[in-house]
C-alpha cells in the first residue's frame, strides 16, 4: 500500500531568512491585540461582567422575534440587552448585563434573570425556557480574578519547567512565544466582540497547552542538533530542526484540525465559542513555535556549547594542577 | 526499549482491560439499558449542563450573625445584671460599632459585675469570644474577638447547611448536592429541576419568626415619621398585609422567637377562610409564649416574619397550649412555603442567590447527542489520516486511541468525576494528544529508516528519541491543566479533569501500548523493512 506523505521526504524552506519581518510581525500583533482588547475591550459574557443570559427556543416559529425581544427586554430599564441567535434561527440568546449601580447587591442579578423570564414568558406562552445563567458582580469579580491568576501562573509555571528542562533561553522563547499566543487570542475575541466567558480562559489554557508542546517538539530538536552538528551555524541549524520536524508538525495539525472541525459545525452550540477560540489557537501556535520560540534563540544567544557541562572554577583548579605535574 | 517479558504485558493487558471494564457501566446506562444491580456501578457523573438542572450558590450575609450575637449578649448581661444579688444595676447600654458598652451606676459595683461578666466572655473549648474592657472605671465594654465571630459565623453556616437540606427534602427532589463553600457560601446543585423558583423562594425566606409586644405608648406621628421611642423599634408592615406601607413601634426586648417549633402546617382557619399557618412550639417555647400571653392579656403584640410585620392581634386570653394561629394575607402557596420553612427550622442567617445556573434536560440531551456525533466524526477522520499515513503503525494507533477514550471514561468512573460540556472538547484535545504522540514516535521512525538504520533499531530510537518530547509536552499540558482545575469553576472544572487524566491514558495507550503491540509484530515477523 502506497502512504501518504503530506510533506515531502526532505524539505529544506528557508524558515528564519526572514526572522526579522515575521518578528516585527509577530510584535505588531501582539501591540495590536492589546491596543484592541484596551480599547474595544472584551465582549464580557455573564461569567465575568455579572448579568444574567437566559436561552429560549421558540418552538412554534421559524424565527425568533428578535427586535421586538430586545424592546421587550429594554422596556425593563436594565439598559439594553443583547439578543442573539444561538445555534438556529428560533433559538435566542438574551443577555442582560449587571447595571453598574446593582455591582454590589448580591441578589440583583438573579431578580434581573426572574423579571426578563417572567416578562417573555408572559408575552410569548409557547416559548421553551432552555437554559438561564445568573450572576452576581461579585462573584464575576471572583472570575476576572481567578481567571488572571489562572493565565498568568500557567504561563510562569510552564516556562519555568522548560527552563529547568533546557536552558534559560529557551525558557524566555517560550515564555514569548505563549505570550504572543494569549494576546493574539485575546485581540481576536476584543476585534470581533466574541463573548468572552470562563470557557474561552479554558480554550486559552489549551491554546498554551498545545503551543508549548509544538515548541518543545521544535526546541527538542534544536537541543538534539546542537549536539550533534557542533560546527553549524545557528540560524542554519534552526532552520534545519524545523525541517525536520515540519511533517509532524503538519500531520500533528492537520488531525486537530479534522477533530476539531466536526465539533465546530455539528457540536453543540453552547461549545461553539470554546472550540472556534482552540482552532484559531492551532494556527497561532504553530506559527509561534516556528517564528518566535525558534529565532528568539539566536537573539538570546544559544551556542552548541549551551548544553555542554560548562566548566566550573573546580574544574579549572583541577587542570591547573594536572598541568604543573 | 522492545523487550517485553510475560509478567510486563499480563500487567498492561490487566491495567487497561480494568480500566476499560470500569467504563462498562457509564457506556452501557447511556444507551438506556439496565446494568445487572449484582455487578459494581461506578458510571461518570454528568454535570448539569449535560444532565440538565440547577446549580444555585448561596452566599449568607455574615453581618446579621454579628449584629444578632449582639443583641443575645445584650439580652444575657441584662439579665445576668438583674439577677446578680444584690442586683446591679445599669444604664446607656448601646451595641453602636459592633460592640457592646453599658455604664453601672455604682463603680463599686466593678468587680462583681466583671466577676459575673468573666465566665460568659468564654466559648466552648477555651476559646475566648470576647474581650471586656473597663473605660472610665465604670464603662464596661465587650468587644467580639474576631475567633469568637468567626465561630459563629461558622456555626451558622453548618445549621444553615442543615436547614437548606431539610427544605431542599421538602420539596421532594431527587438527589440533591449541597455543599458549603468557602466561608459564608453554599452551593446547591439540583438534578433535573428545571424551574428553580419554588427553590429558590423557599431559600429566599429567612423564617425567622418573631413575636413582640406592640409599644403602645409609641406616638403614631412618631412611628411614622420612623422614631424609635426608647427601647423600641420600629417594623414595616409586609405587603399584602391590612396597613400595609404602615409601620408599627414594637418593644425590643421580651418578645419570643419562633424558633423552637415542633410542627408548621398551612391551612384555612374555617371562620374567616382566610389561609393560615398552625404552629406548635415546644414545651420551653410553648411555656414562654403561655407566660408572655398570661402576663399581657388585653395587650396587642406584633408576629413578625423577617423582619415585616405580619399582623398585630390581642392576646385575648392566656395561651396555654402551645398553638398558635398565624395570619396575614397569605395565598395558598405562599402559606405552604411558610409552614415548610418553619418546620425545617429558621436560616440563621439570611441567604442571597449569588449564581444561578440552569440547563433544561431537554438542552443536555441535545449536547451530549450533537457532542457525541461531533467526536465521532472526529474520530473516524483522524483515524482514516492515521492508517493512510503510517499504514500498519496507524492501525496500532487508532487502537490504542479506542482504548485510550474507554480507559478515560474508565477512570473518571472510578474517580466519581463529572462529565460537562466543555469535557466533551476536552475529549476532542485528548483524542488530538494522543495522536501527536504517535504522529513523534511514527515520524521518527520514518527518519531512523531513511537514515538506513535497520527495522528494529529504527523502531527502537523511534521510542526513544519521541519519548522525550512526548514527556515534556505532556508535563507541560500538566501543570496547565492542574492550574485550569484549581482556579476554574463549575463547567470549566469538568474540561481540566479529562484534560489531566487524558495526559496519563493517552501517554499509556500511544506510547506504551503501541510499543508492546510494535514489538509483538515485529518479533513474530521478523520484517526486514517497513512500511511506516
Keep these: 500500500m502506497k502512504l501518504l506523505k503530506l510533506v515531502p521526504d526532505e524539505t529544506n524552506i528557508k524558515f528564519l531568512k526572514y526572522r526579522m519581518p515575521f518578528f516585527v510581525l509577530s510584535l505588531v500583533l501582539i501591540i495590536g491585540s492589546w491596543v484592541a482588547v484596551l480599547t474595544q475591550g472584551l465582549n464580557y459574557g455573564v461569567d465575568f461582567a455579572g448579568g444574567q443570559e437566559v436561552r429560549m427556543t421558540f ?17 425593563l430599564g436594565y439598559g439594553s440587552p443583547v439578543v442573539q441567535e444561538f445555534g438556529a434561527p428560533n433559538v435566542v440568546s438574551i443577555r442582560v448585563p449587571l447595571p453598574a449601580e446593582a455591582e454590589e447587591t448580591p441578589g440583583a442579578a ?79 475575541f476584543a476585534i470581533f466582540q466574541l463573548e468572552f466567558s470562563l470557557q474561552i480562559i479554558a480554550a486559552i489554557l489549551a491554546i498554551i497547552g498545545y503551543s508549548l508542546n509544538d515548541t518543545i517538539v521544535v526546541y527538542d530538536r534544536i537541543r538534539e542538533n546542537l ?32 477533530a476539531l472541525l466536526p465539533l465546530l459545525l455539528f457540536g453543540p452550540a453552547s461549545l461553539f465559542g470554546l472550540v472556534l477560540a482552540i482552532t484559531a489557537g492551532l494556527f497561532i501556535g504553530t506559527y509561534s513555535s516556528v517564528y518566535l520560540a525558534a529565532p528568539m534563540l539566536i537573539w538570546m544567544g544559544v551556542t552548541s556549547d549551551s548544553f555542554v557541562p560548562r566548566e566550573t572554577e573546580a574544574d579549572r583548579q583541577e587542570k591547573k594542577a594536572l598541568g604543573q605535574l | 526499549m522492545l523487550d517485553f517479558p510475560l509478567w510486563k504485558k499480563i500487567s498492561l493487558w490487566a491495567i487497561t482491560l480494568a480500566a476499560v471494564f470500569a467504563a462498562l457501566p457509564s457506556l452501557i446506562t447511556t444507551t438506556g439499558a439496565e446494568w445487572p444491580d449484582a455487578l459494581p456501578e461506578p458510571t461518570v457523573n454528568l454535570g448539569l449542563d449535560l444532565a440538565g438542572g440547577s446549580h444555585l450558590l448561596l452566599e449568607a450575609e455574615s453581618e446579621e450573625v454579628a449584629a444578632q450575637r449582639l443583641e443575645n449578649m445584650e439580652e444575657a448581661v441584662r439579665s445576668a445584671m438583674r439577677q446578680a444579688e444584690p442586683r446591679i444595676r445599669i444604664g446607656d447600654i448601646s451595641t453602636a460599632n459592633g460592640r457592646l458598652s453599658f455604664m453601672l451606676d455604682d463603680p463599686a459595683d466593678i468587680d462583681r459585675a466583671r466577676g459575673i461578666l468573666e ?49 431542599i427534602d421538602e420539596l421532594g427532589t431527587r438527589e440533591p448536592t449541597i455543599i458549603r463553600q468557602g466561608d459564608t457560601r453554599i452551593v ?29 405608648a409609641a406616638l403614631p406621628t412618631n412611628v411614622q415619621a420612623g422614631i424609635a421611642p426608647p427601647g423600641s423599634q420600629i417594623f414595616p408592615f409586609a405587603a399584602g398585609s391590612d396597613f400595609e406601607g404602615q409601620s408599627v413601634a414594637v418593644k425590643r426586648l421580651g418578645g419570643i422567637r419562633g424558633d423552637s417549633l415542633t410542627g408548621a402546617q398551612s391551612g384555612i382557619d374555617p371562620q374567616t377562610n382566610e389561609n393560615v399557618v398552625n404552629i406548635q412550639f415546644d414545651q420551653q417555647g410553648g411555656q414562654k409564649f403561655a407566660q408572655l400571653s398570661t402576663r399581657n392579656v388585653g395587650k396587642q403584640f406584633a408576629i413578625i416574619l423577617d423582619g415585616e410585620v405580619l399582623s398585630t392581634p390581642v392576646f385575648r386570653e392566656p395561651i ?38 440552569t440547563v433544561s434536560a431537554e438542552l443536555g440531551k441535545d449536547s451530549i447527542e450533537r457532542g457525541l456525533l461531533a467526536m465521532l466524526i472526529g474520530s ?72 538506513g538504520r535497520r527495522v528494529v533499531a529504527a523502531v527502537e530510537n523511534g521510542y526513544a528519541e519521541a519519548s522525550r518530547a512526548i514527556y515534556d509536552a505532556n508535563i507541560t499540558n500538566f501543570i496547565a491543566g492542574v492550574l485550569l482545575f484549581l482556579f476554574g469553576t463549575g463547567p470549566v472544572r469538568g474540561f481540566a479533569v479529562v484534560l489531566v487524566i487524558g495526559l496519563f491514558t493517552s501517554v499509556f495507550t500511544a506510547v506504551t501500548l503501541t510499543r508492546m503491540w510494535v514489538a509483538d509484530y515485529l518479533r513474530a515477523k521478523r520484517p526486514t523493512d517497513i512500511n511506516v
Design chain 2, 320 to 357: 396555654l397550649g402551645g398553638a398558635a394561629q398565624i395570619s396575614g394575607s397569605f395565598t395558598a402557596d405562599s402559606a405552604n412555603n411558610l409552614a415548610i420553612s418553619l418546620r425545617s427550622g429558621a436560616l440563621p442567617v439570611p441567604l442571597t442567590v449569588i449564581e444561578e445556573r
Design chain 2, 188 to 216: 446547591v446543585q439540583v438534578p433535573g429541576l428545571e424551574d428553580p423558583e419554588a427553590l429558590k423562594n423557599l431559600l429566599g425566606q429567612t423564617a425567622q419568626l418573631e413575636f413582640k409586644l406592640v409599644d403602645e
Design chain 1, 110 to 188: 438573579t431578580e434581573i434573570g426572574e423579571r426578563v423570564i417572567t416578562l417573555i414568558e408572559s408575552e410569548y406562552p409557547s416559548v421553551r425556557t432552555d437554559g438561564n445563567e445568573t450572576v452576581s458582580g461579585k462573584v464575576a469579580g471572583e472570575f476576572r480574578q481567578d481567571a488572571v491568576i489562572a493565565l498568568l501562573l500557567a504561563m510562569l509555571g510552564v516556562a519555568m519547567y522548560i527552563w529547568i528542562r533546557f536552558e534559560w533561553q529557551f525558557g524566555v522563547g517560550a515564555l514569548f512565544a505563549l505570550l504572543h499566543d494569549v494576546s493574539v487570542a485575546l485581540g481576536i
Design chain 1, 59 to 75: 418552538e412554534q416559529q421559524e424565527e425568533a422575534p428578535v427586535a421586538d425581544l430586545r424592546r421587550l427586554v429594554e422596556g
Design chain 2, 380 to 451: 473516524l477522520a483522524v483515524i482514516a489520516l492515521m492508517i493512510a499515513t503510517y499504514g500498519r503503525f496507524g492501525i496500532y494507533a487508532t487502537i490504542a486511541l479506542v482504548f485510550n477514550v474507554l480507559m478515560l471514561l474508565g477512570i473518571m468512573a472510578v474517580l466519581n468525576t463529572t462529565l460537562t460540556l466543555p469535557g466533551i472538547a476536552g475529549f476532542v484535545l485528548t483524542i488530538g494528544a494522543a495522536v501527536d504522540a504517535n504522529v513523534l514516535i511514527n515520524e521518527r521512525i520514518r527518519e531512523e529508516r531513511k537514515r
Design chain 1, 227 to 258: 549536539k550533534k552538528y557542533r560546527k553549524m551555524p545557528l540560524p542554519e541549524l534552526l532552520d534545519l530542526s524545523v525541517n525536520e520536524t515540519l511533517a509532524r508538525t503538519v500531520m500533528t495539525s492537520l488531525t486537530l484540525l479534522v
Design chain 2, 119 to 167: 465566665p460568659m466572655m468564654q466559648g466552648p473549648n477555651l476559646v475566648r469570644e470576647w474581650d471586656l474592657r473597663v473605660v472610665d472605671t465604670q464603662r464596661m465594654v465587650l468587644i467580639p474577638t474576631q475567633g469568637g465571630t468567626a465561630n459563629a459565623v461558622n456555626d451558622a453556616m453548618e445549621s444553615a447547611t442543615e436547614v437548606v437540606r431539610r427544605r
